[in-house]
């Protein structure tokens, strides 16, 4: 089953405490600025990170009364690991359809090793490979900020309002039938969740959910790397 090119933005698990205290959150107020002026200082921000971790999902489940046998269900979920060196990408996707299920699996480090570019690499986890190439001339690790991908610039950000209650920042990207809530930490600026709001459907005879998630943290994996028994035991591919 090959990977699909997703729709959107695929996004992470959501994470939520469960506590027997009542907490009153303080009131979400209008920020003094804008969307578009937020992901600027967001993206200036990405400067002071040395490694950022990003977990998401993408599901739909589709179930029918009058025919289970042609129920549906399909996710994905991908990890990507970045600093400096090394950057780790996994996506697992499955999908079953009337009991019968589908599943594949792609893992890849890519990692600088002086002025070489190595990508390790394996699929439905069978016999990891590598492939080796010389880097650009200067080119001796990944820039933050270049390989963090989730803040786009765009005219239309312009116009957005931003929220607050002191702790976090947001904002909500509509378009089609998604909306996408972008959640910025107020302290560090950076981004730490986005959250897709999918409208399902259930008349009775048709029942379809949709998850949409990301979560991102920083700084945490500035040691990261290829371990040593995938780097001795891959096959060199041309």
Same mark, same amino acid.
């Given at each position: ?39 600027? =200082?967001?993206?200036?921000?990405? %400067?002071? +990170?040395?490694? #950022? !971790? ?15 046998? +042609?129920?549906?269900? !399909?996710?994905? @979920?991908? =990890?990507?690991? %970045?600093?400096?060196?090394?950057? #780790?990408?996994q996506a697992v996707e499955s999908t079953t359809t009337g009991g019968n299920t589908e599943a594949a699996s792609l893992e890849r480090y890519t990692a600088f090793e002086g002025n070489v570019m190595k990508e390790y690499t394996s699929k439905n986890n069978l016999q990891w490979t ?8 200067? +080119? ?26 002191? @702790?976090? #920042? =947001?904002? @909500? ?21 986005? !959250? ?29 790397? +290829?371990?040593?028994?995938? %780097? ?7």
């Open positions: 089953m090959k990977f699909k090119k997703m729709k959107g933005i695929v996004l992470g698990i959501v994470l939520f405490t469960m506590s027997s205290l009542t907490v009153t959150a303080a009131p979400m107020v209008q920020a003094p600025f804008t969307a578009a002026q937020l992901v600027d =200082q967001s993206k200036a921000a990405l %400067a002071g +990170v040395s490694s #950022y !971790h990003v977990e998401s999902v993408e599901s739909i489940e589709m179930t029918y009364s009058l025919t289970p046998q +042609v129920n549906f269900f !399909h996710s994905i @979920t991908t =990890q990507l690991t %970045a600093n400096p060196s090394c950057i #780790y990408y590598l492939k080796s190439r010389r880097a650009k001339q200067g +080119v001796t690790g990944f820039s933050m900020q270049d390989s963090f991908t989730l803040l786009k610039s765009s005219p239309g950000l312009t116009g957005i309002p931003v929220y607050t209650d002191g @702790t976090v #920042y =947001q904002y @909500t990207l509509s378009s089609d039938d998604v909306a996408q809530i972008y959640t910025f930490d107020a302290a560090s600026m950076l981004l730490i969740s986005i !959250h897709g709001v999918i409208p399902g459907k259930n008349d009775g005879l048709q029942n379809i959910t949709n998850r949409l998630d990301y979560v991102i943290t920083y700084n945490m994996y500035d040691a990261f790397g +290829v371990p040593a028994e995938i %780097a001795g035991a891959a096959i060199p591919v041309s």
